[in-house]
């Protein structure tokens, strides 16, 4: 199964995220969706995941969740906005992983690329860096994901472009 993964588009759809996902079978995003005319846009191409950021408001606070935690293809998957990273979690998140216990732990919000193992709780971190033009970061990014049969099979960082 291949994943589409995004975080922090801020109201800003790439029509390049279309020719990306396009082979993808489901997408994920990490919040900071923006409005919902870009979820509406992602909702319309693949089957759709989302938790909400904290910039999300209104209608997609009601739409999505503040965490997910799913299994699919074998693989469990575990996502919020804020979340931290491994030896560094938000508040809460630590105590919520160990109890969820996921293969995946993805989440948003710093804007900064990450895919890493965190070898205590045997995972892997994904923070799919922004893929819109607000915020700090230099370039626009992505994460393709493959996974099946309980096994993450590949991972490859998608660069769209520069901010601005």
Same mark, same amino acid.
């Given at each position: 199964m291949n994943i589409g993964i995004l975080s922090d588009t801020h109201g800003f759809f790439d029509p390049k995220i279309a020719d990306y996902f396009s082979d993808c079978d489901e997408i994920w995003h990490a919040g900071d969706i923006g409005n919902h005319e870009t979820a509406k846009q992602l %909702?319309?191409?693949?089957? *759709? +995941?989302? #938790? =909400? &950021?904290? !910039?999300? &408001?209104?209608? /997609? +606070?009601? /739409?999505?969740? /503040?965490?997910?935690? *799913?299994? !699919? %293809? &074998? #693989? @469990?998957?575990?996502?919020?906005?804020? $979340? $931290? =990273?491994? $030896? @560094?979690?938000?508040?809460? #998140? @630590?105590?919520?992983?160990e109890k969820e216990k996921p293969d995946i732990f993805i989440c948003g919000h710093s804007h900064i690329l990450k895919v890493m193992p965190d070898r205590k709780l045997k995972l892997l971190h994904i923070n799919p860096g922004a893929a819109g033009k607000q915020g700090f970061h230099q370039v626009r990014t992505l994460i393709l994901l493959e996974i099946g049969s309980g096994k993450i099979l590949g991972c490859k960082v998608v660069e769209l472009g520069k901010r601005v």
């Open positions: %909702e319309a191409m693949k089957p *759709f +995941r989302a #938790v =909400y &950021g904290n !910039i999300d &408001g209104g209608i /997609l +606070r009601q /739409l999505y969740p /503040l965490q997910l935690a *799913f299994t !699919i %293809e &074998g #693989v @469990k998957i575990c996502m919020i906005h804020i $979340g $931290g =990273y491994p $030896g @560094k979690y938000a508040k809460g #998140v @630590k105590a919520w992983l």
